[in-house]
Every structure is written in C-alpha cells, then in structure tokens.
C-alpha cells in the first residue's frame, strides 16, 4: 500500500533560520503530492502542491520538489517567520484513487 | 479558491447523546466528501468517503451505526455521532474533493469540528 514517511519533531528554529522538513513516499502508481499546514485549534490548509515528477510547489515562500528518482518531497523555506509555526502535513493521492494518505505530520515552532 | 466550511466549531455534549456535524462546499459541487477524525499529536484518520446520493464507504474498524453519514446533496454532508461517549471526543474534519479544473485529485479541508464528550 501507499506510505508517507516525514522526519519526527518537534523543530525548533530561531526567525530567518532555514527550514527543511523531509518527507519520503512509497506509492504503487505516479501520485500526486500535496503540503497541508495545521495551526493550533484550525483544519488543515493546502500549502502546496505537485502533480508529476520534478514538478515545483510554491506558496508563502515554501517550496518542494517532486522527486520521483528519490521518491521525495522535502519541504523548504529559506527564513522562517513565528507565523509559520504550525503542523505540516505531507499527503498523496494515488491517480484515479481518492484517499489520501498522510505522515503523520511534523510540528514547527519558530522563536523570535 | 473552493472553500469548504463546518458546523460547529466545538460542539460539548452529555454523554448518551447524538451530535450532528455539518460539511459543506460553499462555492463548488463535491460529488464526494470525506470525513477524518484526529487525535492529539496525531495525524489525520479516514473513517469514511461519502459520494452524494449513495451509501457512505467506511473503512476498517469504523462503526457505521455509531457515524451515520448523509451525503443528501452535492454541497452538503452530515455526520452524527450516536450515543456518544468520552472517547468519541476527538477533532472531526471533512473535505470535499473537486472544485474547479485545476483541482484534479485534490481535496479542500475544512476547518474541523472539537467535539467534547462530558
């Protein structure tokens, strides 16, 4: 079956630091990747998205690229904000398929 | 972009009693909706996929008498937690797959339900 894999947390980073946040995937078929963002007490937000290998993402300053050579989607930004603390999601949808399949997310904190 | 919205926002209730959750798709057509619960520190959990007009699909382990599903229109689906208990508190969030052609395979979350089971 299909599997999220994203780096354990918490991450703590000082503001201005840069952020990368490692997400790997096993899919049967060519999936499309997506970043969600969770802040405290809130449903989840589409950050960003890519739909086919070496496709980029980017929203808000965050950026991540379809791997499909490393089966890959590590999230990045490259001066956090206190705004951005909150939890990410990393999901795919298998093509043809609905369900999503999530990691099981990593929490942000960022300290002034 | 496609906006999909809850009711409530936090719901507390007695224990032994029912609870509705609404989800809806305000400015697209979801043909399909699917409702997630959340634990803690944890990620989100598929209970079930609702196409409108048909029974809801659960998946394994989730009790369908316990969450009735009602996908009555294309913008709209409920979800009721009978006789609910402590451990049914959680964060209930649904979503609506579709919204507009550059949506394809993707899902519109909405802001998610804190239910509290006294």
């Known amino acids: 079956g299909n599997s999220v894999t994203q780096m354990e947390g918490p991450v703590t980073l000082s503001e201005e630091a840069f952020l990368t946040i490692n997400c790997t995937y096993t899919?049967?078929?060519?999936?499309?990747l997506f970043w969600y963002v969770q802040y405290p007490g809130e449903g989840l937000q589409l950050l960003l998205k890519a739909t086919k290998a070496d496709d980029k993402g980017s929203n808000k300053g965050f950026e991540a690229t379809y791997r499909k050579e490393t089966t890959s989607f590590h999230l990045e930004k490259g001066s956090v904000q206190v705004s951005d603390s909150a939890v990410y999601f990393c999901?795919?949808?298998?093509?043809?398929?609905?369900?999503?399949?999530f990691g099981t997310g990593t929490k942000l904190q960022v300290i002034p | 972009g496609a906006v999909v919205s809850q009711h409530p926002s936090r719901v507390i209730c007695k224990s032994g009693t029912s609870v509705k959750i609404e989800c809806r798709s305000l400015?697209?057509?979801?043909?399909?909706m699917f409702w997630y619960r959340q634990f803690p520190k944890q990620s989100l959990m598929l209970m079930a996929t609702?196409?409108?007009?048909?029974?809801?699909?659960?998946e394994q382990g989730v009790e369908k008498d316990k969450f009735l599903i009602n996908h009555a229109s294309l913008t709209l689906s409920t979800l009721t937690v009978t006789s609910a208990h402590p451990e049914d508190s959680s964060f209930y969030i649904c979503s609506a797959e579709g919204g507009g052609p550059n949506s394809y395979n993707e899902q519109f979350f909405g802001p998610g339900t804190r239910l509290t089971v006294l």
């Open positions: 609702s196409n409108e007009g048909s029974k809801a699909t659960y």
């Open positions: 999901a795919l949808i298998e093509g043809g398929y609905q369900k999503v399949t």
């Open positions: 400015d697209f057509q979801a043909t399909t």
């Open positions: 899919a049967t078929g060519y999936p499309s």
